[in-house]
């Protein structure tokens, strides 16, 4: 699934110049925020951030994820 999403408002992710290739990631990681939705398709927010992403805490994939579907209409959870 391609899935472009403005990130620029979202509170939990920014975009790093030079790192991580220029992507959004979640803030204070090199988590890829695109990672986080594309994973939501098969994954509660609860095992994203357990078994997946280690340390991305549950309350910040579940806002991750309800920002996604809220700014696109491409994403199907």
């Known amino acids: 699934m ?3 999403i ?3 408002d979202s509170p939990d992710v920014e ?3 030079g790192r991580v290739s220029g992507q ?4 204070d ?3 890829l925020a695109d990672g986080v939705v594309v ?3 098969d994954y509660t927010p609860d095992e994203i951030a357990t078994e997946i992403f280690p340390g991305l805490g549950t ?4 806002r991750i994820v ?3 579907r809220a700014h696109t209409k491409t994403l199907h959870v």
């Open 15 to 17: 975009q790093i110049p």
């Open 66 to 68: 309800a920002y996604a």
């Open 59 to 62: 309350e910040r994939a579940r």
């Open 2 to 4: 391609d899935i472009e």
């Open 39 to 41: 994973n939501s398709d």
């Open 29 to 31: 990681t090199r988590i």
């Open 24 to 27: 959004w990631v979640v803030k």
């Open 6 to 8: 403005d990130w620029s």
